[in-house]
């Protein structure tokens, strides 16, 4: 048994109102505990990472746009994780799905700085994650693979032994590349198989031979980690009215890549559940349904068993269908990005987990996918 790595170690592209453009770093903001949340255009003449600063009621002010060096699509990329920070805080990684790379953002006080881009090992780059300067792509272009690089101060270096197939040699259509909170267990979800695949994570990064599970829940989507390696996936059922799901997993670190079913397909009442995001104190998990235009909650406890806690807890209003979704760093606040209406819905997040609407920032791109927050 080795120790974890903790222990050792659709759409046209319009002119985004209200922000600047071409701007190299962050503008200072005053309020030096406000946190940032990022974005990205997703533009096919030139992806641009889309910054924002979280004012004291949750709200967002635009601060700047910086090109990521590669090209988006200009359509939905259908996935979780397209914007990704870094667990410790100082680096922010973006697909370029058109160009086949990823993005390195060094992640200041009063600022962002590009420092790398890389090819992301595949075709068509669509989700990132990153654990201990560890970081796996997931590009779901031809038969669909996970590449694996290590973090060299924000320059990708790939890894050896680390490129992986899905669980077949396409028609997968993979939605996210994840790592679980230790850092051993790397997961993809398959919106076309209804398959979990997990792989075993060596400590310098290589992987395992993949693990293939079959969902409970029909069209497995987005999913997130608590920090007790509690893993949360939503279930959207095709789009099906009504029918959504979610369910949670753990895993033993003596077989990292085994996903142990721990509450199979609780429904959410709602349709369309496709992206979550966990507080920082692995308590409550936010579930954006696109179909429903609204957020449920569900509670976590120390096992990982989840339970419904409001089918809605937060409307984002009809014809908004909510995506991306993240909670800043405090636990204090969840923002969702609107692929209907091209806005971030802020929320505050009571200490009971419940949803109390704040002012949203209106004037995405169209295009726009991904959302992260410090």
């Known amino acids: ?24 770093a962050l503008a200072h903001h005053d309020d030096e505990g406000a946190g940032l949340v990022f974005t990205s255009s997703n533009a096919s003449s030139g992806n641009q990472l889309l910054s924002f600063a979280r004012q004291a009621d949750g709200s967002l002010k635009p601060v700047a746009t910086t090109p990521t060096g590669g090209l988006g699509t200009a359509r939905g990329l259908g996935s979780q994780g397209a914007v990704t920070i870094s667990r410790d805080g100082r680096y922010l990684f973006v697909v370029n799905a058109q160009s086949n790379d990823v993005s390195t953002f060094a992640l200041h006080r009063d600022g962002v700085s590009l420092l790398s881009v ?9 989700s990132v994650t990153e654990n201990d300067g560890l970081v796996y792509v997931l590009n779901d272009g031809g038969a669909g693979n996970v590449a694996g690089f290590r973090n060299a101060g924000g320059m990708l270096k790939p890894l050896k ?43 310098w990064g290589a992987l395992g031979a993949p693990t293939v599970s079959n969902s409970p829940g029909n ?23 009504g029918a959504s799901t979610v369910s949670s997993y753990r895993f033993h670190e003596r077989n990292a890549d085994v996903p142990e079913r721990v509450s199979a397909a609780v429904p ?27 957020v449920s909650s569900y509670r976590i406890d120390r096992q990982g068993a989840i339970t419904l806690q409001q089918a809605v807890a937060g409307p984002t209003g009809t014809g908004t269908s909510p995506a991306d979704t993240a909670v800043s760093a405090d636990g204090r ?23 109390v609407a704040a002012p949203s920032f209106a004037g995405l791109p169209p295009t726009a996918v991904g959302l992260a927050a410090k």
Not at 118 to 126: C, D, R, V
Not at 183 to 202: C, F, I, P, Q, R
Not at 219 to 241: K, M, Y
Not at 275 to 294: D, E, H, K, L, M
Request: glycine share 12%.
């Open 333 to 355: 606040h969840l923002y969702v990005r609107t692929g209907g209406v091209f806005t971030i819905a802020s929320f505050t997040i009571d200490t009971d987990g419940q949803l």
């Open 118 to 126: 890389t090819p992301s090992g595949g075709l068509h780059p669509i």
């Open 161 to 203: 032994d680390a490129l992986r197939g899905l669980s077949a040699a396409g028609g997968t259509a993979p939605a996210q590349v994840g790592l679980s909170a230790d850092g051993d267990t790397l997961v993809v979800t398959e919106k076309g198989t209804n398959k979990l695949v997990s792989y075993a994570v060596a400590e």
């Open 1 to 24: 048994m080795r120790p974890s790595r903790r222990l050792t170690l659709h759409a046209l592209g319009l002119t985004v109102l209200g922000l600047t453009t071409a701007q190299p």
């Open 268 to 294: 959410d009442l709602q349709s369309a559940a496709c992206w979550v995001a966990i507080t920082p104190n692995g308590r409550y998990a936010f579930v954006a349904n696109t179909g429903s235009a609204n």
């Open 219 to 241: 069209t497995p989507f987005g999913f997130a980690f608590n920090r007790r390696n509690r893993l949360v996936v939503t279930e959207a059922w095709g789009g099906a009215a």
